[in-house]
């Protein structure tokens, strides 16, 4: 199983542009998260999903969208990138969403918004 | 509001030395708690969770319990290895909600 990837690893956008981070699962997993990790924010919740074809908003999700047309796959796009949004983001599912479960994590997505 | 506050660092120590990382929570209920960790260039994995109060969460070495009384959650090890430099992030999340609130993590260097 290879859990939880996200591509790309690495990318440089321009102010303004979009771009599409995908996630992807294979543990069957109900549940998918999208973070952002910022230097002395730890993690904060952009936007999450509790099954095929819903999603819900987080503790930071305006400048960002999502979709769960698959159970395996949580896209999140920035539509009109910018420089506040250069972070490394990271994806994330759960099983179920119940409060004991774990949360695994994908390797990450760094992004530069010059 | 719900919150998690643990020790910043950043915290350099020796090899064996022993270590103590402190968090604690406010929350309504009673939250499951965990440690996640972090090592360099990877995503974050789950150390070590406790769901209930009392209870003794351990892995690796690394051993925390939950105290309800006072609302903490500290993380402990008693001989850390160079293996063990990663960042740590202290978190719960509350029954009947999907989401981890995190703390802002714990970088941890041991040295040779």
């Known amino acids: 199983n290879a859990g939880v990837t996200q591509t790309p690893k690495f990318r440089v956008l321009k102010t303004g542009q979009s771009m599409t981070l995908l996630c992807a699962q294979d543990m069957n997993h109900e549940y998918m998260y999208w973070y952002r990790q910022d230097p002395g924010m730890g993690l904060r919740l952009i936007h999450y999903?509790?099954?095929?074809?819903?999603?819900a908003k987080g503790e930071v999700p305006d400048g960002y969208n999502v979709s769960r047309l698959k159970k395996q796959n949580f896209l999140l796009g920035l539509e009109s990138a910018a420089p506040s949004q250069t972070s490394v983001y990271f994806c994330?599912?759960?099983?179920?969403?119940?409060?004991?479960?774990?949360?695994?994590f994908g390797p990450g997505t760094r992004l530069l918004v010059l | 509001g719900d919150s998690v506050t643990q020790m910043e660092g950043p915290v350099t120590l020796s090899e064996e030395a022993f270590l103590t990382i402190n968090c604690t929570y406010t929350a309504t209920g009673y939250p499951s708690l965990f440690w996640y960790v972090q090592y360099p260039g990877e995503g974050l994995q789950l150390l070590l969770k406790?769901?209930?109060?009392?209870d003794k969460g351990s892995n690796k070495g690394f051993e925390a319990t939950y105290r309800k009384e006072t609302t903490s959650f500290h993380l402990e090890k008693g001989s850390v290895q160079v293996s063990d430099s990663a960042v740590y992030f202290c978190a719960f999340s509350q029954g009947g909600s999907e989401k981890l609130v995190f703390g802002k993590g714990m970088k941890l260097t041991v040295n040779p």
């Open positions: 406790a769901t209930k109060a009392d």
């Open positions: 994330a599912s759960s099983y179920v969403g119940r409060a004991q479960e774990t949360q695994y």
């Open positions: 999903s509790v099954g095929e074809g819903t999603t």
